[in-house]
């Protein structure tokens, strides 16, 4: 796909060469995460196939061009990371930079710092970068840093993602990035 997001995987997935209506839908297996987005297969069976009427009968629906079978084929399970790995939100946090691979990734890391902390997301007033040790969040791509600007807890400026080049290269590039910034508004405190 011409981004590394599933909307744009199931908006771009093409019909193989050979696949004619009688063909179709195009039956897909989707293995994936237990807390995998429902996008892909969402968008994928969504997609429609131009049928051409044929005069007589009148409007003819168009056909699903993809029929979709997601199977769970594993699931992410958060650990309970040692309370002296993590800061409560007061401390101004142990660490300066957290990198996410996975939306999944974020929630497990809130919950940690809530349980540190003995706070809940219903405890935090100011919405912004209260409870989560106040650091800046590095992610994997937008799905992710949607996950971290969502819960509330970093506001926008404080989440760093390629937009460009979403993926590993990408990742270790804007983290390579967000490290310089956080030394450029060190030397300015």
Do not use: M
């Given at each position: 796909?011409s981004k590394?997001?599933?909307?744009?995987?199931a908006?771009?997935?093409?019909?193989?060469?050979?696949y004619g209506e009688?063909d179709?839908?195009?039956r897909?297996l989707y293995?994936?995460?237990a807390?995998a987005a429902d996008?892909?297969p969402?968008?994928?069976?969504?997609?429609?196939a131009?049928?051409?009427?044929?005069?007589r009968?009148g409007?003819t629906?168009?056909?699903p061009?993809f029929q979709?079978?997601r199977?769970?084929t594993y699931?992410?399970?958060?650990?309970?990371?040692?309370?002296?790995l993590?800061?409560?939100p007061?401390?101004?946090?142990?660490f300066d930079?957290?990198?996410f691979?996975s939306?999944?990734a974020?929630?497990?890391?809130?919950?940690?710092?809530?349980?540190?902390?003995e706070?809940?997301?219903?405890?935090?007033d100011?919405g912004?970068?209260?409870?989560?040790g106040?650091?800046i969040?590095?992610?994997?791509?937008?799905?992710?840093?949607q996950?971290?600007v969502?819960?509330g807890?970093?506001?926008d400026?404080?989440?760093y993602?390629?937009?460009?080049t979403?993926?590993l290269k990408?990742?270790?590039?804007?983290?390579?990035?967000?490290?310089g910034?956080i030394?450029?508004?060190r030397?300015?405190?």
């Open positions: 796909p590394a997001t599933g909307e744009t995987l908006e771009e997935l093409p019909v193989l060469e050979g009688s179709l839908p195009i897909v293995p994936c995460s807390k996008t892909i969402t968008q994928l069976e969504a997609r429609r131009d049928t051409p009427s044929d005069g009968r409007y629906p168009p056909k061009l979709v079978t199977l769970n699931d992410t399970v958060p650990v309970t990371l040692p309370n002296q993590i800061s409560g007061s401390d101004n946090g142990s930079v957290l990198c691979g939306p999944s974020v929630h497990a890391w809130l919950e940690n710092v809530d349980r540190v902390a706070t809940t997301v219903s405890d935090i100011d912004l970068s209260a409870g989560n106040n650091v969040a590095c992610c994997i791509g937008k799905t992710t840093a996950a971290c969502g819960s807890r970093w506001s400026n404080n989440v993602y390629p937009e460009k979403p993926g990408g990742w270790a590039d804007v983290t390579a990035i967000c490290l910034d030394l450029e508004r030397f300015w405190e």
